[in-house]
């Protein structure tokens, strides 16, 4: 329960700095400029604007979680992640193994997709005996 | 028993044919066949090379056929690392998006549908579009780049794979592109607009370039998307801030003054209009600028008033220095 406790407070605190880091950055980078996506945003900043940016930094690391148990080097996966624009970032949160990815992998699966049907279609017709599912009728 | 087991052969036989034929309807490439108001019937691009893919890689395959044809000389084994997913065998749309926009270029995804590509084609613009080669149910997802289309002849090439032009019937490429939604991807040089841009997706564009710091080219893309749309709000401020970011600040004044005398209503021209004018050493002005950020108020007011604060900061140094002589 101390331990239990002890990591929540850690962790919490270390959150409370990371956002609070993150506020002082924006406010430093840039004087008092407004951004050009803000501008070209539906949703103006002010309170939700503060909230939008806690969304998208959890999403980034959610993203970015994704892309390392994708196989992403974890040299490579952090500037990968920045490249996206948050807009990104939230359509791939929690969909990257289901979202199209453009290979061409398909020709060994698709050549192992047509042995099955002809298997399963010659099994049901009786000529052989491959998958024990198909329903054999006593001829 | 041997009638039911036909019944069974024709059941899968029917429904093999209504899955093949779900999709077999080609509606733009009948309608582009039929007139020729998407413009010239035979559109070829130049300049494209060719990079055979390695296996799986047709995502970088794609993007760097498409990026040195814009003027980036990259190869797929360099793009690699920046798109390609090991354990999906392939790549993802958003990150072919953002290497575009890595490589300092403008990723702009056209409008679904063959009337933008055909379009694109004309004026000379390569595409990198995502297809479907399987079916909808099992798919085999593709990315190619198209370079040639011939209305006429119904026919369309592609740098795809390991074919320098595969030519397809363009009935069946429309089948094979529908599946993924018609997607289609620009990479384009900064100072050359698509042919099918709209205002909003060009700026937003752009302004993911500006927020990658590639603020040269950045400011090039603002300045081409500035001749097409004079009056474009985010087109002034995004080339103000472009500028700013490359502390230029004449450049940023000057078109924060546009953006705020265009758009008098826009609290974020004056905003840093005023922020600019304040790191040029013109208080006063400044001032003036900031109260009318704040006057117009909004969803960004707290940030107009911060401005504010931080001039008048400044200016309260300054108005004792001026008081100083009054007193004499």
């Known amino acids: 329960m101390e331990n239990f406790r002890f990591a ?3 962790i919490s605190r270390f959150l409370i700095l990371c956002l609070v880091c993150m506020g002082i950055h924006v406010a430093s980078a840039r004087a ?5 996506g803000t501008v070209l945003s539906s949703q103006m900043a002010g309170v939700s ?4 940016r806690v969304k998208a930094f959890l999403q980034r690391k959610e993203v970015r979680k994704e892309l390392l148990s994708m196989g992403v080097d974890p040299t490579e996966v952090t500037t990968r992640v920045n490249s996206l624009t948050n807009a990104q970032v939230a359509d791939l949160a929690g969909r990257i193994s289901k979202l199209p990815a453009g290979g061409d992998f398909g020709t060994v699966l698709f050549i192992g997709l047509i042995v099955f049907l002809v298997l399963l279609y010659t099994d049901i017709m009786g000529y052989t005996d491959v998958f024990p599912f198909v329903k054999k009728h006593a001829s | 028993m041997v009638f039911r087991m036909h019944r069974v052969a024709a059941a899968i036989f029917a429904v093999t044919a209504a899955v093949l034929s779900g999709c077999a309807t080609t509606p733009q490439t009948d309608r582009a066949r039929a007139s020729t108001r998407f413009g010239s019937e035979t559109s070829r691009v130049s300049g494209v090379p060719f990079f055979p893919q390695k296996a799986f890689q047709c995502g970088p395959a794609s993007l760097a056929e498409a990026l040195s044809w814009s003027g ?3 190869t797929p084994d360099q793009l690699s690392p920046e798109v390609y997913l090991p354990k999906r065998r392939g790549s993802l749309q958003a990150e072919m998006v953002a290497a575009v926009r890595r490589n300092a270029r403008i990723a702009y995804v056209i409008r679904p549908g063959l009337p933008s590509l055909l379009q694109e084609l004309a004026a000379g613009n390569p595409v990198v579009i995502l297809e479907n080669l399987g079916l909808s149910w099992y798919p085999v997802w593709h990315y190619a780049v198209v370079v040639d289309i011939n209305v006429n002849a119904d026919m369309i090439t592609l740098r795809s794979g390991d074919f320098a032009r595969q030519r397809m019937p363009l009935g069946l490429f429309e089948r094979t592109w529908a599946r993924s939604g018609y997607w289609g991807l620009l990479v384009l040089p900064p100072d050359r607009l698509p042919a099918t841009a709209e ?10 370039v500006e927020a990658l710091g590639h603020l040269r080219q950045a400011r090039i893309a603002y300045h081409t998307a500035l001749k097409r749309w004079p009056d474009s709000l985010a087109g002034q401020i995004g080339l103000g801030n472009t500028c700013y970011a490359m502390k230029d600040l004449r450049c940023a004044e000057a078109a924060y003054r546009v953006a705020a005398t265009r758009h008098p209503d826009s609290g974020i021209a004056y905003n840093n209009l005023a922020q600019t004018l304040a790191d040029e050493g013109h208080l006063t002005r400044a001032t003036a600028a900031a109260l009318r950020a704040v006057a117009l108020g909004g969803p960004l007011a707290p940030t107009f008033r911060k401005t504010l604060a931080g001039i008048t900061a400044h200016t309260g140094v300054v108005s004792r220095n001026d008081r100083r002589p009054d007193h004499r």
């Open chain 2, 199 to 208: 205002e909003r997706p060009y700026l937003k564009a752009v302004a993911a």
């Open chain 2, 72 to 74: 980036v000389q990259v």
């Open chain 1, 49 to 52: 604007g503060n909230r939008a």
């Open chain 1, 8 to 10: 929540t407070s850690s």
């Open chain 1, 32 to 36: 008092q400029i407004i951004g050009t």
